[in-house]
């Protein structure tokens, strides 16, 4: 049970830091962001807390279920939707 409880839980902080990051780091203002960009926003989010979540585990810097874990997995899922922003910003 903690194992699907973590997933729903980094698909929930992934997803709404990629949205989040999409919606404060627009490059330009648009009325109604595409479904599409909001979608890999938050697939993207999602990929890097999971990342940094078993990642973390591997290098033995935390255990399943701390708050260093967390901690890990907002900050680059945060971390990633901003660079994928900027990145997406420049090509434009």
């Known amino acids: 049970m903690g194992v ?3 997933f729903l839980a980094f ?3 992934g997803g709404l830091t990629g949205v989040f990051t999409l919606v ?3 490059g ?3 009325s109604k962001p595409k479904i599409k960009k909001f979608l890999m926003a938050a697939l993207i989010g999602f990929v ?3 990342t940094s979540s078993y990642g973390g585990q591997y ?3 935390f255990q399943s279920g701390q708050m260093l874990e967390w901690l890990s997995a907002i900050v ?3 971390l990633a939707g901003c660079l994928c922003a900027a990145v997406s910003r420049k090509s434009l």
């Open 48 to 50: 890097a807390a999971l």
């Open 59 to 61: 290098l033995g810097l």
């Open 76 to 78: 680059v899922s945060s």
């Open 24 to 26: 404060f780091y627009l």
């Open 11 to 13: 698909l929930v902080i």
């Open 4 to 6: 699907a409880m973590g």
């Open 28 to 30: 330009k203002r648009q």
